[in-house]
């Protein structure tokens, strides 16, 4: 630390994001990527947009926002688009946080948001999950705190039921209750429909995981039109042109071709389903998921010891070492190939520790 660091931040605790090690061709299955492409137009669309990259991108996201609300069936007065939803929860912790409005959220969940809490000076409370991982929503029914739920939940890939989020929204009617929905594609059901019933729901989105545009940075958020000129009133405070040009063509793009995403979310669907039975069979155990990873453990095996043996045979898993869920490892669900890798390279570690 420099002697120039505010105090506000001496004692941060940056987030750690997944490995992406350059130094061996890693089958790739620990931050929760696409093994597959955008659509081939995404991609020409982007190269177009970067010949003109002389200019500002659109402060007001016009064309992305009009082709997400068609889609969704909300107005464009519903809809602010973000660079990666990460920055989406930063402006909600922003926006919609304070000593009136505390934040809470699940110990086990996205690691970002207790760090979005310290950076923005929110405090928070961290509200344990069920000794099975599952979130009891009693705990969150009129907390009167500013909720924040991952829907399904990461890592453990478990769902609520859109009625369950309406209990939370409606019971704390004082603060806003964002949604984070990043693996909602994958086969749980969007608490879109409550939008009407709920006017304090955040719902929270991202093109990184069932439109493969991760590297692209880019995220939505759909809400009612008063909380989204909230946000957008802090975008242009910090940062109004933040979804760069090439970016936003390709976001068009891809929503614009949906069949292509419905096809890699099948696939994914599918793989997921045959890595469950063939993990399952070498005797893991695993949370029920809705999303494009495993949370998988072993009795015979460490989280740890799995991760780095797995690492050593060119398998990328994540590992997050912490109380309660040390013994696991998240898997992400890639192409079927990917999957096969895996399963051959955890049969022969487990043969090796018989
Ligand atoms: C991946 C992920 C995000 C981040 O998405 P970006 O749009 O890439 O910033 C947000 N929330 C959860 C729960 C995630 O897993």
Not at 214 to 243: C, H, T
């Amino acid at each position: 630390m420099s002697r120039y660091l505010s105090e506000r931040f001496a004692s941060l605790e940056p987030y750690t994001p997944g490995e992406q090690p350059r130094d061996m061709a890693y089958v790739k299955l620990n931050t929760n990527e696409s093994p597959f492409p955008p659509p081939p137009e995404a991609t020409r669309a982007a190269a177009r947009a970067a010949e003109r990259l002389n200019l500002y991108s659109d402060p007001r996201l016009t064309c992305l926002r009009k082709e997400l609300s068609r889609v969704y069936g909300v107005q464009e007065e519903n809809v602010l688009c973000f660079n990666g939803s990460d920055e989406a929860l930063l402006l909600c912790f922003m926006a919609f946080c304070d000593g009136q409005h505390p934040a809470a959220f699940a110990d086990i969940t996205y690691g970002l948001y207790p760090v979005l809490a310290k950076v923005t000076g929110a405090p928070f409370e961290v509200i344990p999950l069920k000794d099975d991982l599952t979130l009891n929503v009693n705990d969150y029914v009129g907390i009167g705190k500013t909720v924040f739920i991952a829907n399904p939940n990461a890592p453990t890939g478990i769902a609520l039921a859109p009625e369950e989020i309406r209990r939370i929204a409606q019971s704390n009617p004082q603060n806003a209750v964002v949604v984070d929905e990043a693996y909602v594609d994958f086969g749980a059901e969007s608490c879109l429909g409550l939008l009407d019933q709920c006017e304090n729901l955040v719902i929270v989105r991202t093109f990184s995981k069932s439109r493969s545009m991760a590297g692209a940075r880019l995220g939505f958020v759909i809400a009612g039109e008063e909380l989204i000129r909230d946000l957008d009133a802090l975008r242009y405070s910090v940062n109004p042109y933040n979804v760069n040009s090439m970016t936003l063509a390709a976001g068009e793009a891809t929503v614009k071709n949906e069949a292509w995403m419905h096809s890699c979310v099948q696939t994914i669907c599918l793989n997921r389903a045959w890595t469950e039975k063939e993990l399952k069979a070498l005797g893991f155990e695993m949370t029920p998921s809705k999303a494009n990873f495993l949370f998988v453990r072993h009795p015979r095996i460490g989280g740890k010891e799995l991760y780095l043996k797995l690492k050593a045979r060119g398998v990328l898993v994540r590992h997050f070492d912490r109380d309660r869920i040390r013994d696991f490892n998240r898997v992400t669900v890639g192409s079927l190939d990917d999957m096969k890798a895996l399963v051959r390279e955890t049969k022969a570690i487990l043969e090796e520790i018989k």
